[in-house]
């Protein structure tokens, strides 16, 4: 019986390479990324990036071609990334998660927790909303606040909103989250102290979202379930 994480590989695989018969959707400039013949063709350029981890680049690389002579530079795979839209990046995302049914269920529903966290991105300190420095003695820092939707009983991430870290706003980020799912949703339990309700009849002022019963945000997390 064939591993189940090489199935999930294979999904994957067969996602990306779907994705670069279709790559005018995922490219900046459709008419002339991609569209020579390289060794950082598109599909591998997207699977390096997936299975970065927190190396610098040029170790990345020597890891990911295990020192083989065609390797690339460090500027050819940054030259290649920036080809590349973050909507690929949503797509394959999404895509990827619909090709695994949601077969756990908390007494007939789907039960979400949502929570947000700081992430460290390069130091730039000209990004002024995403930079801090303690004072001008120390060299300081990038932050992005990362707000993500888990499917507890499934396991899996179902949506994420990135913010700049000084102009985060996780309530806003779930209501976003919320629009996308599409779905009646009602609040079942809350983590830490009571700090935002939707409106006072707990409803969200958005065409996309048919209801939403009592939605109430923790200060560190909510749990919601899908009616």
């Known amino acids: 019986m064939q591993k189940y994480c090489n199935i999930v590989k294979n999904k994957l695989n067969t996602l990306i390479s779907n994705m670069e018969k279709n790559i005018s959707d995922f490219v900046v400039d459709p008419k002339r990324d991609f569209v020579r013949k390289s060794e950082l063709y598109f599909s591998k350029t997207l699977r390096f990036i997936l299975g970065m ?55 007939g529903y789907r039960l979400y927790a949502v929570d947000g966290s700081d992430i460290h991105i390069p130091t730039d ?45 996780e309530h806003s980020a779930l209501i976003n989250m919320l629009e996308n799912i599409g779905h009646i949703v009602k609040a079942l339990e809350v983590i830490s102290s009571f700090k935002y309700v939707v409106n006072r009849d707990c409803t969200v002022d958005s065409s996309s979202l048919v209801d939403i019963s009592c939605l109430v945000v923790g200060k560190s997390a909510a749990y919601f379930i899908e009616v």
């Open 53 to 107: 981890g927190s190396q610098t680049l040029g170790k990345e690389l020597v890891e990911f071609y295990d020192y083989d002579s065609k390797m690339v530079s460090v500027s050819a795979i940054v030259h290649r990334r920036a080809k590349i839209l973050p909507a690929a990046f949503q797509y394959l995302f999404h895509k990827f998660n619909e090709t695994f049914s949601q077969t756990s269920f908390f007494h």
């Open 125 to 169: 300190p000209d990004d002024k909303d995403t930079f801090y420095r303690a004072n001008n003695d120390v060299k300081g820092y990038n932050l992005m606040h990362l707000n993500a939707l888990y499917d507890i009983m499934n396991r899996r991430y179902i949506d994420a909103v990135l913010q700049d870290s000084r102009n985060e706003n």
